[in-house]
């Protein structure tokens, strides 16, 4: 394992760690109006902390891929974006069509969770 990808893995966990950190917290607040109100915060960032560990699986297969061929490396990257966007519109949709969560509750803990993602990759 290279330094670089030893160093993305440390950041991916370390990042995915303060997602779920912030999930917690979140969900905790969220305790306060009611159990399945927390539930649905931590549910929607659990989907967040999913997507930066798929994108962390990404940019690594696509960092191995471009010393061999860089267009096979972009590919990687864009496609990867495409399936991150599928699996969150997907698990949304799962989590307020059939789990029936609180709409509200899981957009905001999505939301915190992505604030916690763009920040965290910010300090990189």
């Given at each position: 394992m290279s330094t670089?990808?030893?160093?993305?893995?440390a950041?991916?966990?370390?990042?995915?760690?303060?997602?779920?950190?912030?999930?917690?917290v979140?969900a905790?607040?969220?305790?306060?109006?009611s159990?399945?109100?927390?539930?649905?915060?931590?549910?929607?960032?659990?989907?967040s902390v999913?997507?930066?560990?798929?994108?962390?699986?990404g940019?690594?297969r696509a960092?191995e891929?471009?010393?061999?061929?860089p267009?096979r490396?972009?590919?990687?990257?864009?496609f990867g974006?495409?399936?991150?966007?599928?699996?969150?519109?997907?698990?949304?949709a799962l989590g307020l069509?059939v789990?029936?969560?609180?709409p509200v509750a899981?957009?905001?803990g999505?939301?915190?969770a992505?604030?916690s993602?763009?920040?965290?990759?910010r300090?990189?």
């Amino acid at each position: 394992m290279s330094t670089a990808n030893s160093q993305l893995t440390a950041k991916t966990r370390n990042i995915a760690g303060t997602q779920i950190i912030t999930s917690v917290v979140v969900a905790g607040l969220f305790l306060l109006l009611s159990p399945w109100d927390a539930v649905s915060a931590f549910y929607g960032g659990f989907a967040s902390v999913l997507t930066a560990l798929w994108l962390g699986r990404g940019v690594k297969r696509a960092e191995e891929a471009v010393l061999r061929d860089p267009k096979r490396s972009l590919q990687i990257l864009y496609f990867g974006a495409v399936q991150r966007f599928l699996f969150v519109a997907g698990l949304l949709a799962l989590g307020l069509a059939v789990l029936k969560l609180a709409p509200v509750a899981l957009c905001v803990g999505f939301a915190v969770a992505q604030v916690s993602f763009v920040m965290g990759a910010r300090a990189w």
